[in-house]
Each structure stands twice: as structure tokens, then as C-alpha cells.
């Protein structure tokens, strides 16, 4: 079973934030937190991934509570591209376990 | 193009036929997964190899499906006796496992898989 809980879907108006919420209360210490997207029928992509500390690039942001039992991804400007669904993911070992993931709708 | 490749893109087969799918890694990458995503579904995990050894195969990898890694950089997926529930997407990812260090995986396009 996934690590991580995440709603099943949400839309966002173009051009405003989206922020993704992810529960992942069962995680370890030493454990990262990874966010990856899959646009249809693509591989998933990397986005960004986090350990205690919030991280930024230029993709999105990450926020994790202090007591990591949660985080939020933050897409800054969402635009259509930006379509897809989103996964958050802890490793078990040596493997990713993907939930369902969030499916995004970005809309005009 | 140094990213993740898989081959063929698109396999359609009859019930009861073998496959077999490549995926070659990011030339440097020691790892190398597996995954099976079916539709509207999160990737599922099948196996990894670290170089030729592989380290982990999930409950999902039935006797019919086998995994090969020879010389630690390209691998192979094969998958017996095809059957209807085996239609999917079969993903394959790669990453650069050093001691203590976060495991980012880079993933190839898939191979969608069809049993008629």
C-alpha cells in the first residue's frame, strides 16, 4: 500500500497557484518525499523532492511540515501545460510506491 | 537524446504469445526499474536491479513474467503466455544510487501493451 494520501482531483484557473496537499504520517526519518507528474500517456516526470527543508526550483515549490507528516507542492503560476496528474511518493526501500495520485485540471 | 528508452512503444498481441520489452537506461544509471500502470492507476512496482543483480521483485511478478539485466545496462522485460489482465503500460525507470543519497528516478515513455 501507498505511503501517502492525496485527493483525487482539483482544478485550478490558469495563471493562479495550485497547491497540491499530501499526508504521508507514516513516514521514516531518513525517508524523502518526492513529487512527480504524468501527463497522459507520457512517463511519469520529476518535479522536486524535499527531506526536512522546503525546496524550490523552477518548477514548483515544496513545503513540508515540521513534523513531516505532510507536504504541499506549489505550482506558482498554473498554465495549461500544467494538466496532469500528480503523484507524491515516499520510497519504501529501494522503490517508489505511487498512490492514485491528484489529477489537475488547469482551466482558462 | 540521453534520457530513458523503451522499445517497441506499442505491442499488440494474441492471448497466449511471449513479449519481450528493452528499456536502456541514462548510460551512467546503476539502477534500473520496472513498473506496470494500468489505467487510471498510480505506476505499480515489478522489480529493480542495482548493475546485473537484481535486488527486489514485487508479488505482482508472476512466474510468467522474467526480467534480465546481463551486463548491467540494458534490460529486459519478458512476459509468458500473455493474457488479457497483462494489457498495460510497462514504464521503466533509472537512477543513480550513491551511499546516503536521495534516488531520483528517471522515467522512459512506456511500452503499452495490448492482449487481445
Known amino acids: 500500500d501507498a505511503k501517502t494520501t492525496q485527493p483525487t482531483s482539483m482544478d485550478c484557473a490558469e495563471g493562479r497557484a495550485a497547491n497540491l496537499p499530501c499526508n504521508h504520517s507514516t513516514i521514516s526519518g531518513n525517508e524523502y518525499v518526492y513529487w512527480y507528474r504524468q501527463i497522459h500517456s507520457q512517463g511519469p516526470q520529476y518535479i522536486i523532492h524535499?527531506?526536512?527543508n522546503n525546496e524550490t526550483n523552477e518548477m514548483a515549490s515544496l513545503i513540508i511540515t515540521e513534523d513531516r507528516k505532510s507536504s504541499t507542492l506549489i505550482l506558482p503560476h498554473a498554465t495549461l501545460r500544467d494538466t496532469a496528474v500528480y503523484y507524491c511518493?515516499?520510497?519504501?526501500?529501494?522503490?517508489?510506491?505511487f498512490g492514485a495520485g491528484t489529477q489537475v485540471v488547469v482551466t482558462p | 537524446d540521453t534520457g530513458v528508452s523503451q522499445d517497441p512503444r506499442h505491442k499488440i498481441t494474441k492471448r497466449g504469445q511471449n513479449v519481450t520489452f528493452r528499456c536502456d537506461p541514462i548510460s551512467e544509471h546503476n539502477r534500473l526499474y520496472w513498473y506496470r500502470q494500468t489505467l487510471g492507476q498510480g505506476p505499480e512496482f515489478l522489480t529493480y536491479f542495482q548493475n546485473e543483480a537484481q535486488l527486489e521483485k514485487s508479488r505482482l511478478l508472476s512466474d510468467r513474467f522474467s526480467a534480465e539485466r546481463p551486463k548491467g545496462s540494458f534490460s529486459t522485460l519478458e512476459i509468458q503466455r500473455t493474457e488479457q489482465g497483462d494489457s498495460a503500460m510497462y514504464l521503466c525507470?533509472?537512477?543513480?544510487?550513491?551511499?546516503?543519497?536521495?534516488?531520483?528516478?528517471?522515467f522512459g515513455p512506456g511500452t503499452r501493451l495490448t492482449v487481445l
Open positions: 525507470a533509472s537512477s543513480l544510487r550513491l551511499a546516503d543519497s536521495y534516488n531520483e528516478q528517471f
Open positions: 511518493i515516499v520510497r519504501v526501500g529501494g522503490k517508489f510506491q
Open positions: 524535499g527531506l526536512k
